[in-house]
């Protein structure tokens, strides 16, 4: 056993979402409408952000980030998915399924730490206004963004890196519909235990670190707007975060479902319906959320349109 390496497996096949046959045209006719959907609302939020001078501001700085990373995490995943509606095997060669769990973890990591930056600039932006563009200043802002890719880079390397180091010998099939490090330790046929601790560890710092940071800049946030004493204040304080609050929970409670379980009770059908929440809805529902919500995106789109009917 100790002489076999990962070579004796060059490709795996993904079982996808469902094995019912009925629901497969249903199914693909729904994802590609969101992967539509997605990329036309991330792309719109970059092109429109980048194009509007007004919103060349720290909040929308992050917003722009945020859409990047979301347009990325939806394509490292959907398209791949997608085909497996229509084929009766979905295969994925060794290396490309590599890619692909590197690119997730980055971009998943990204994002965690991309939502707390988001809450730490909206708690300056109430909480301390008056030192807000010295706090968070372009270069702070840079800064930040940084440390947000950095820890996409260094989790998407240690968890590829120890994957690589694991023996799957004749075990080819991933009950899943994406290639991530806990379906794909399932087939290991080598002891996977420090992989475990390293996905335990990291979902911890991940989620919990981002989490707390969260909730810490919230609670100021609450208290410094339960402090203002005109209502149109409070309305556009609260109007400013709700949005934020609403991405925050769906995309790490799901987050959270999967990979903060034990696995003597976590079951990878219900991980399978948790995955597709933050891996393809929340992607899709973050412009709508930002957009709805915020009267200077709406703004800057209708001056965008009317641009556009005059030309």
């Known amino acids: ?97 590599m890619t692909q769990l590197y690119f997730f973890a980055a971009f998943a990591i990204a994002e965690c730490h991309m939502l707390g930056a988001m809450a730490y600039d909206c708690y300056v932006a109430i909480c301390s206004p008056l030192i807000y563009n010295v706090t968070m200043s372009y270069q702070a802002c840079s800064w930040l963004l940084v440390g947000v890719y950095s820890m996409g880079l260094i989790g998407a390397t240690a968890h590829t890196v120890c994957m690589l180091r694991v023996l799957f010998c004749n075990a080819d099939i991933i009950n899943h519909y994406f290639c991530d490090v806990l379906p794909l330790l399932e087939l290991s046929c080598s002891s996977t235990f420090v992989n475990e601790v390293l996905v335990l560890c990291f979902s ?14 919230y609670i100021f946030i609450i208290a410094s707007i339960l402090r203002i004493r005109s209502t149109e204040g409070r309305a556009k304080a609260f109007s400013t975060c709700s949005s934020h609050i609403s991405a925050v929970a769906l995309f790490f409670d799901s987050a959270a479902f999967m990979y903060l379980q034990p696995s003597s009770v976590s079951s990878m059908d219900q991980g399978k319906v948790s995955s597709v929440f933050y891996t393809i809805i929340v992607p899709m529902l973050n412009p709508v959320i930002y957009s709805l919500r915020n009267k200077d995106v709406k703004l800057a789109l209708n001056k965008f349109l009317e641009k556009r009917s005059v030309l």
């Not at 509007?52 to 791949?80: A, G």
């Open 204 to 217: 911890a710092f991940n989620i919990l670190v981002p989490t707390l940071t969260i909730l810490s800049s």
């Open 1 to 97: 056993m100790t002489g076999r390496n990962h070579s004796t497996v060059n490709e795996f096949i993904l079982i996808g979402l469902t094995k019912k046959p009925e629901l497969q045209l249903p199914l693909f006719l729904f994802f590609i409408g969101v992967y539509m959907f997605t990329v036309v609302g991330n792309l719109g939020m970059i092109l429109l952000i980048g194009l509007s001078s007004h919103l060349h501001t720290p909040m929308y700085y992050f917003l722009s980030s945020l859409s990047f990373i979301d347009l990325c995490q939806s394509t490292v995943i959907t398209p791949k998915m997608l085909v497996n509606f229509v084929v009766q095997k979905n295969i994925i060669s060794y290396p490309e399924c």
